[in-house]
């Protein structure tokens, strides 16, 4: 059979005539799939935030349905017009419009152009860098930022708010793989242990890294933050940092809104740098996953795992919507 004839099972997310949104399970074909440069057969995906949004009908995610999530994907190449990327290769694609209005990682193939393709690091396996998937090239990237700011261990204390979560979780666990000292700012104080089995020092909730006093500076006390959640969290850390310090954005599950003076900004000469992951520069985003697969390779990886199947997903596409998951949930694309 042509490998474009081939038949495959995907996840897919339709919408009804009255405008409701439904998820299940589908066999379709590579010829269904875009135009594009490679076409990957997908060994494993992963689960976001994201995800769950274009799994739900946002809009705001995803303009048309029917479609297949799934920002993240991992896999072997079967066919190739790229000179680039040879058939046979391992690869990642995570970011660009994948999952969001091209047909992603949900899916047992996808076609992409062949400069949205990052050949797989040695040392690192198709599974393992989706374990990492978006949610730990985000969190990468955002200690890339940090140290390029001079951020240096033994500096002081770097929190990580939204610590439980995805991206929180990969932070808390590459900056103590770095040697920082972490506090993990998190609303599920059940799963102390596990941020403290991750590398953070101290656990701290969610109220504790709040503020209610409507003060413009607080006392010092970060050395730098990741911050993945926005919000008052996010004002209060800024507000706290000491002089020349850095705070890293990369998500508003708090809220999308940052009530400020300038007065962090101006008296400490506090840094606020924005981290999209989606359309990082490729020379960016190889350096990143060369790190990741090297210098900070998480030792206790399965710590942060979960794996499911593509059946699975509809289950696990609830929970992380309801802030009812930890860590990172993989899926297993393989039958």
Not at 44 to 73: C, E, F, M, W
Not at 124 to 136: C, E, K, N, Q, V
Not at 155 to 168: E, I, N, R
Not at 187 to 192: D, F, N, S, V, Y
């Amino acid at each position: 059979m042509n490998v474009h004839e081939k038949k495959f099972r995907a996840l897919v997310v339709s919408e009804s005539p009255e405008g409701t949104f439904s998820r299940d399970i589908r066999e379709r074909s590579v010829n269904d799939l875009p135009p594009g440069d490679v076409l990957v057969r997908v060994q494993y995906s992963s689960l976001n935030y994201k995800d769950a949004l274009s799994a739900s009908g946002n809009r705001g995610v995803t303009k048309q349905y029917p479609h297949t999530p799934g920002i993240d994907a991992a896999g072997i190449v079967e066919d190739s017009k790229s000179s680039e990327v040879q058939a046979g290769e391992k690869v990642i694609v995570t970011g660009y419009d994948l999952g969001m209005n091209t047909p992603g990682g949900f899916g047992q193939y996808i076609r992409v152009p062949a400069d949205w393709v990052v050949k797989l690091p040695d040392h690192l396996s198709l599974r393992g860098s989706m374990i990492y998937g978006t949610a730990g090239f985000t969190a990468a990237l955002s200690v890339r930022r940090l140290q390029e700011q001079g951020l240096a261990p033994g500096q002081g204390d770097v929190l990580v708010t939204g610590a439980s979560g995805g991206v929180g979780s990969m932070a808390v666990a590459i900056l103590s793989k770095a040697g920082y000292h972490v506090v993990a700012a998190s609303g599920k104080q059940e799963e102390k242990q596990f941020l403290i089995d991750l590398g953070a020092r101290t656990v701290i909730s969610r109220d504790e890294a709040r503020d209610s006093s409507g003060r413009p500076l607080l006392k010092a006390r970060w050395a730098g933050v990741v911050d993945t959640v926005g919000g008052d969290i996010l004002a209060a850390a800024i507000k706290s940092v000491h002089y020349g310090g850095a705070v890293t954005c990369c998500g508003n599950a708090a809220s999308p809104d940052l009530a400020l003076t300038v007065y962090p900004f101006i008296l400490r000469a506090v840094r606020l740098i924005g981290i999209d992951s989606a359309n990082c520069p490729m020379d960016v985003r190889s350096m990143i996953w060369q790190k990741i697969a090297g210098e900070w390779k998480i030792d206790n990886l399965e710590l942060l795992t979960r794996e499911i199947s593509l059946g699975e997903l509809d289950i696990y596409i609830e929970r992380i919507l309801n802030g009812k998951l930890r860590g990172r949930t993989v899926v297993s694309l393989m039958n």
